[in-house]
């Protein structure tokens, strides 16, 4: 005898995709509760061990380090911002460089590229293909190519603490699932970010 409560297989087929929906979820928030665990450790020791704008750089580093190495990028480069959007520290991806070079390449990117946009509407921006997005500055002499960008903002409500645009030489590298990923992944990056900060301004008032 047949039981009436049998699914249908197209039934079946829905409810197996669901689950594995759902499995692939659940994948992506444990990855990212690793990845929370071992930023906060980080912290930690660094606080233990370095203290004002040093403190401050090796957790942005970290930050930057420990992204790119789960999305496997090539590079990464970070701002910091105030609550009025100026920026008050920074990783480039192009290493060190002088510091009026340096200012006029943030404040160019934060008119006009990526950074600015994600920073205006408060979204993360996916650019698979860069020579397709308008929305991606090419500058010259950029001492390296960027064929996939994906650029993330750090919120507190709705103040934007950091920006974090990691890239790829190739495009189509990062994906939809990468920038899920990131949606669960960012807003502890937030905390650590917030907490970083905070403590160097704290000390910075102490100190004067």
């Given at each position: 005898?047949t039981?009436?409560?049998?699914?249908?297989?197209?039934?079946?087929?829905?409810?197996?995709?669901?689950?594995?929906?759902?499995v692939?979820q659940?994948?992506?928030?444990?990855?990212a509760?690793?990845a929370?665990?071992?930023?906060?450790?980080?912290?930690?020791?660094?606080?233990?061990?370095?203290?004002?704008?040093?403190?401050?750089?090796?957790?942005?580093?970290?930050?930057?380090?420990?992204?790119?190495?789960?999305?496997?990028?090539?590079?990464?480069?970070?701002?910091?911002?105030s609550p009025?959007g100026?920026i008050?520290?920074?990783?480039?991806?192009r290493g060190?460089?002088?510091?009026?070079?340096?200012?006029?390449?943030?404040g160019?990117?934060?008119?006009?590229?990526?950074?600015?946009?994600?920073?205006?509407?408060?979204?993360?921006?996916?650019?698979?293909?860069?020579?397709?997005?308008?929305?991606?500055?090419?500058?010259?002499r950029?001492?390296y190519?960027?064929?996939?960008?994906?650029?993330?903002?750090?919120?507190?409500?709705?103040?934007?603490l950091g920006?974090?645009?990691?890239?790829?030489?190739?495009?189509?590298?990062?994906?939809?699932?990468?920038?899920?990923?990131?949606g669960?992944?960012?807003?502890?990056?937030?905390?650590?970010?917030?907490?970083a900060?905070?403590?160097?301004?704290?000390?910075?008032?102490?100190?004067q």
């Amino acid at each position: 005898m047949t039981d009436s409560k049998q699914q249908s297989p197209e039934a079946l087929a829905i409810e197996v995709a669901s689950l594995r929906g759902m499995v692939e979820q659940l994948s992506k928030y444990k990855r990212a509760m690793e990845a929370q665990q071992e930023l906060f450790k980080a912290i930690l020791r660094m606080g233990s061990v370095a203290s004002g704008r040093l403190m401050l750089r090796s957790v942005l580093l970290e930050i930057c380090e420990k992204t790119r190495e789960i999305l496997r990028a090539e590079k990464a480069s970070l701002f910091v911002l105030s609550p009025k959007g100026v920026i008050t520290e920074s990783i480039l991806a192009r290493g060190p460089t002088i510091q009026e070079e340096k200012t006029q390449l943030i404040g160019t990117v934060l008119k006009q590229g990526l950074a600015g946009w994600v920073y205006r509407y408060r979204r993360m921006a996916l650019v698979k293909n860069t020579k397709e997005d308008e929305r991606w500055l090419e500058f010259e002499r950029q001492p390296y190519q960027v064929g996939s960008a994906l650029c993330v903002p750090f919120l507190k409500g709705s103040v934007v603490l950091g920006i974090l645009t990691l890239t790829h030489a190739q495009p189509y590298h990062f994906d939809d699932d990468m920038a899920e990923f990131m949606g669960v992944f960012s807003p502890s990056i937030a905390i650590a970010l917030d907490y970083a900060t905070t403590l160097f301004e704290t000390k910075s008032q102490q100190s004067q």
